[in-house]
């Protein structure tokens, strides 16, 4: 079956950074957009970035652009989330996803098909 697991969480200062990876397996991973979202503590899950198929475009959300990029190695069937300048507000538990549809991002997690078990990402101040 259809597995993804995230990897690279943990505990991180306020201003710092982490990577994020997600790697897929018994999919053809090339075929899929893929995307992250988190879940903060006591709140919804929410988007944050998602990339198509050939990683030729991104989408971000705005409360991470400019600090967050999302890429993909295909040959590797893994997508990354590279997170700088991080803030106490990003601390969630960070889920990858992935869509069939794979010629377009979305932002709706209804229109992803196969979820990871989520890593945890804790900011201190």
């Known amino acids: 079956q259809v597995q993804l697991v995230e990897s690279g969480g943990g505990l991180v200062q306020a201003g710092g950074s982490l990577r994020l990876s997600c790697a897929a397996s018994?999919?053809?991973?090339?075929?899929?957009?893929m995307g992250w979202f988190r879940q903060p503590p006591g709140k919804e899950r929410e988007f944050v970035a998602a990339?198509?198929?050939?990683?030729?475009?991104?989408y971000d959300t705005d409360s991470v652009k400019g600090r967050f990029t999302i890429s993909r190695d295909n040959a590797k069937n893994t997508v990354y989330l590279q997170m700088d300048s991080l803030k106490p507000e990003d601390t969630a538990v960070y889920y990858c996803?992935?869509?069939?549809?794979?010629?377009?991002?979305?932002?709706?997690?209804?229109?992803?098909?196969?979820w990871g078990q989520g890593t945890q990402v804790t900011v201190s101040s």
């Open positions: 996803a992935a869509s069939r549809n794979g010629r377009y991002f979305t932002r709706s997690a209804i229109n992803y098909d196969y």
């Open positions: 018994k999919l053809t991973f090339s075929n899929y957009a």
């Open positions: 990339i198509i198929w050939s990683g030729g475009s991104t």
